[in-house]
């Protein structure tokens, strides 16, 4: 068996507070659109299927049982139990957590508490053009209460990321240069004027501008791929723009693109890539998904993401099949005389935990 030192979870969201019904908990699963196919759930899912592996031993079932069944102990026991069981049973030893995600979700703090494990802050930088918008009249007052944001931000975090979806990379596919200041105030005028018709920000130059007042600051930036984020290589030009002393990009995601992540991960040397946001939905395949990862950037640019969001269920999920399938493929690698122990339980630690700490500068905030 590899042996793994506790993980570094460097992308995940709080979780729901609230007990939860078998319809309200099933729509929590997978991102999907409508309801399930007429006579299923969405247990039928990889996602699911994992699930009911991995969680009914941490509140005291046997593996697989049947949902109504795992969901009757998790009401049994209460929402803060149940979470607390599951996140102290991931094996993770640290969190990042996104806090620009809306609803009634838990902080860093609760989080760090209820899994006892370290927890540090992910701004969203989104959230705080939006914040920093409230306070401001004018678009050079905006810009002004907007670079105040970023800093303040930039003392607390330990990276800024950004919401998902295809915007940033549709922002910088054609401009991935920073745009210029007669452009950006151009655009946060049209932006705060047109505010009362919905206060998502969507302009391509105000989403060029979050992404490189974050490089500015010298603190990672996360970018969501893959999904509806849409392809990796689509960013290329902006990551080639972007790299310089201190820069630190990491790629969310991937799935599934994820081999496209890697190579971007390869080639640039500020650009590193996400490992096992897609372990969870890919479930019975997830060692063949990370070995796709693994075959083409090198170890020291890879890391653990468990993506974890709304259900303490998911921070489970993610941990649990991340180590499982490392395990499994590394050991597979030794087993076939590939590779030695000594070389799998040392790369084993580089992307469980290792990379992330170094990147992230976990272990200077003490």
């Known amino acids: 068996m590899i042996e793994t030192p506790p993980l570094v979870d460097q992308y995940c969201q709080g979780v729901l507070r609230t007990e939860l019904g078998l319809a309200t908990f099933e729509a929590q699963l997978i991102h999907s659109a409508g309801p399930p196919a007429a006579g299923t759930t969405f247990f039928d899912t990889q996602t699911g299927f994992a699930l009911r592996r991995w969680c009914p031993p941490l509140l005291g079932l046997e593996p697989h049982c049947a949902p109504a069944r795992y969901l009757a102990r998790r009401r049994e026991l209460g929402a803060a139990e149940s979470a607390r069981r599951l996140l102290r049973g991931s094996g993770v030893a640290a969190r990042l957590v996104d806090t620009g995600v809306p609803g009634d979700l838990t902080g860093p703090k609760e989080l760090a508490l209820a899994g006892d494990a370290e927890a540090f802050e992910l701004v969203r930088l989104e959230l705080l053009a939006e914040q920093a918008a409230d306070t401001s009249g004018s678009a050079a007052v905006f810009l002004a209460n907007l670079a105040e944001a970023v800093h303040h931000a930039a003392t607390g975090a330990v990276a800024f990321t950004c919401g998902p979806g295809p915007g ?9 240069e920073p745009p210029g200041p007669g452009e950006v105030h151009g655009a946060a005028g049209r932006w705060l004027a047109g505010r009362a018709r919905g206060g998502a920000v969507r302009d ?21 791929t893959g999904g509806d984020s849409g392809e990796p290589k689509r960013l ?25 992540a890697a190579r971007l991960a390869a080639l640039f040397p500020h650009v590193h ?77 580089m992307v469980a935990a290792g990379n992330a700490r170094r990147v992230y500068r976990l272990d200077e905030r003490g």
């Open 168 to 176: 940033y990379a549709d922002a910088v596919a054609g401009a991935p």
């Open 204 to 224: 391509p130059v105000l989403l060029r501008h979050l992404l490189w007042s974050a490089l500015a600051s010298g603190l990672p930036l996360q970018l969501h």
């Open 236 to 260: 290329t030009e902006f990551l080639r723009a972007a790299a310089g002393p201190g820069t630190r990009v990491v790629m969310l995601g991937g799935y599934p693109y994820h081999r496209q």
């Open 273 to 349: 890539a996400d490992l096992g946001a897609a372990l969870g939905p890919t479930g019975a395949r997830a060692g063949e998904v990370l070995a796709e990862s693994l075959e083409i950037a090198p170890f020291g640019k890879l890391m653990f993401g468990g993506g974890g969001r709304q259900l303490p269920e998911l921070h489970a999920v993610g941990a649990l099949a991340f180590r499982e399938a490392l395990g499994r493929v590394l050991g597979g690698w030794v087993a076939e005389g590939s590779w030695s122990w000594r070389d799998a339980e040392r790369v084993a630690a």
